[in-house]
C-alpha cells in the first residue's frame, strides 16, 4: 500500500489507547527573574507561560487524531485533581472520547518539563507526579470498561509508559485481559508498547525500541539480544523493534529482517518519536499494509513530528510531503 492509500483507509478506523494516559505540562521559566526564596534561600524557577497536552498514551491519541483517525478514545486513569481537570480539557480539544477514563484516588500522571525561554531548551529537571497500580475496585472497573469496549474498536494500542517496577494502569490483571481479548477478537490489533514489562505480554503485537527489546532480552536470560526468542517468550504474531533513524526490525512467521529508513537529519526533538511511529504503525497494519509497509509508514509520520519541538504531531499532508522528500535522491 502507498501512503495515501494507507492515509485513506485510516478515515474510516476506530482506535483505543489504552494504559497510561498522562498531562505534559511545558513550563517556560525566564532566568533573569531568579532569585533567593525569602523562606528558604533557594533559588525560585520563575516560571512565566504554561502550555498543557496530552502526555504518554496521551501522545499516542494526540498522532490517532491528527492522522484523521474516524475514531479516537482512551481508557485509563484520572485523578480528581487540577492535572486531571487539565488533561481531560487538552484530550478534548483534540477531539479524543475522554468518557472512558476512570476516576481514581490520588493525583493524575503529569510530566512538567521546565524549558528555558531564551534557549527554548529543557535544562531544569523534569517533575513527575507518578501514579501506581490502582486499588483493586479502579482496577476492575478499567478491566470492565476494556472489555466492553473492545468490540467497538479495531485496534487498541497499548501505553505502558510508567518507569517502576510496578507499573501503574497496565497490570498483570490487565496484560492478561488484553491476551484474552486478542484471542477472542482476530480482527482486532492489540499493539503494545511497554518501557520495562514488554516480555510479560502474550498473543498481541509487540513495539519495543532497541533498548527495550535489549533489556527485555536480559530479563528473559538470553545472553544476546535475540528478537527471534523475545517473539516465541511472548507468543506475540509480531515485533517491531525500532533503532532510532537506522530502520526497524521485524520478526514474524517470515522470520527476522531489518527494513531500512531515511535518516532525518537534525531533528528538532526527538520527544514522542516512538508515539509518533506507534500511532502510524498500527493504523497502517490493521488498514491492510504489510508489515514492512507498516514500518516504513510509521517511520514517515515519526520524521514529520521530530522536526516540531515538544511533542508534535503529523497531518496526513505532512505525512504525504514526507513521503515525497524520502522518494527524492
Known amino acids: 500500500m502507498t501512503p495515501a492509500e494507507i492515509l485513506a483507509a485510516i478515515a474510516n478506523l476506530r482506535a483505543l489507547v489504552a494504559g497510561d494516559i498522562c498531562l505534559d505540562r511545558w513550563c517556560r521559566y525566564d532566568p533573569r527573574l531568579t532569585e533567593p526564596s525569602r523562606e528558604t534561600g533557594l533559588d525560585r524557577i520563575a516560571v512565566v507561560s504554561t502550555e498543557c497536552t496530552p502526555g504518554a498514551g496521551g501522545t499516542v491519541a494526540s498522532n490517532l487524531a491528527a492522522l484523521g483517525c474516524a475514531r479516537v478514545a482512551v481508557l ?45 531548551v529543557e535544562d531544569l529537571g523534569r517533575v513527575d507526579f507518578v ?15 476494556l472489555e466492553a469496549a473492545a468490540p467497538q474498536f479495531d485496534v487498541i494500542l497499548v501505553s505502558d509508559q510508567m518507569e ?4 501503574a494502569v497496565v497490570t498483570p490483571r490487565m496484560r492478561e485481559r488484553l491476551a484474552e481479548i486478542a484471542a477472542r477478537h482476530p480482527g482486532l490489533l492489540v499493539w503494545v508498547d511497554s518501557r520495562m514489562h ?65 535518516r532525518v537529519e537534525n531533528p528538532v526533538d526527538i520527544c514522542g518519536a516512538g508515539d509518533s511511529f506507534s500511532a502510524g504503525a ?40 514526507a513521503a515525497r522528500r524520502m522518494e527524492q535522491p
Do not use: W
Open 76 to 120: 485509563g486513569t484520572i485523578g480528581e485533581d487540577g492535572h486531571g481537570y487539565e488533561l481531560r480539557a487538552a484530550l478534548a480539544r483534540r477531539g479524543i472520547d475522554h468518557s472512558l477514563m476512570v476516576t481514581a484516588p490520588g493525583q493524575t500522571f503529569t510530566y512538567t518539563k521546565l524549558i528555558n525561554t531564551y534557549t527554548e
Open 131 to 145: 501514579t501506581f497500580p490502582p486499588p483493586p475496585e479502579v482496577e476492575q472497573e478499567v478491566l470492565r470498561r
Open 164 to 167: 517502576t517496577a510496578a507499573g
Open 198 to 262: 514488554i516480555e510479560q505480554f502474550r498473543r498481541v503485537t509487540l513495539k519495543p525500541n532497541e533498548r527495550e527489546a535489549a533489556e527485555a532480552c536480559q530479563r528473559l536470560g538470553l545472553p544476546s539480544p535475540d528478537y527471534a526468542a523475545l517473539r516465541r517468550a511472548a507468543e506475540a504474531p509480531l515485533v517491531m523493534v525500532t533503532h532510532g533513524g537506522d530502520g526497524v526490525t521485524l520478526v514474524d512467521d517470515a522470520g527476522v529482517r531489518r527494513v531500512p529508513t531515511r
Open 282 to 321: 498500527a493504523l497502517a497494519l490493521r488498514a491492510g499494509a504489510s508489515p514492512e509497509e507498516a514500518a516504513r509508514f510509521g517511520h514517515l509520520v515519526a520524521s514529520v513530528t521530530i522536526m516540531k519541538p515538544g511533542t508534535g504531531t503529523a497531518s496526513p499532508a505532512e505525512v504525504l510531503a
